[in-house]
Nanobody
């Protein structure tokens, strides 16, 4: 019954900003890692940013310095603040979650995460 739901996607011009949110319900273990993934048409789903309970983060090289991941441990919500967006960022963005996550460097690998949202579309135009 674990449920994740993304929101905040939309269409923006290149160089613009967008904030994605993810709400979570039904499961909250002590050590939870959450992450954002994205999938463009014809491409594999890739990790964008991850965060553990302590706030330690891990970013894909392609988004470092532009995206910021954050979380509210009490509400079990996740945010991705995206700036300096480019057309290469166009994709469906997914929120993901896993319990029993104790690594100080949260993983960006797909198979680590168990629970997934439905995705939200982000489109960046030139």
């Amino acid at each position: 019954q674990v449920h994740l739901a993304e929101s905040g996607g939309g269409s923006v011009q290149s160089g613009g900003s967008l904030r994605l949110s993810c709400t979570s319900s039904g499961y909250k273990p002590g050590a939870v890692c959450m992450a954002w993934f994205r999938q463009a048409p014809g491409k594999e789903r890739e990790g964008v940013a991850a965060i553990n309970r302590n706030g330690n983060t891990n970013y894909a090289d392609s988004v470092k310095g532009r995206f910021t991941i954050s979380r509210d441990n009490v509400k079990d919500t996740l945010t991705l603040q995206m700036t300096s967006l480019s057309p290469e960022d166009t994709a469906i963005y997914y929120c993901a979650k896993v319990g029993g996550c104790y690594l100080p460097n949260p993983s960006l690998q797909r198979d680590v995460y168990v629970y997934w949202g439905q995705g939200t579309q982000v489109t960046v135009s030139s």
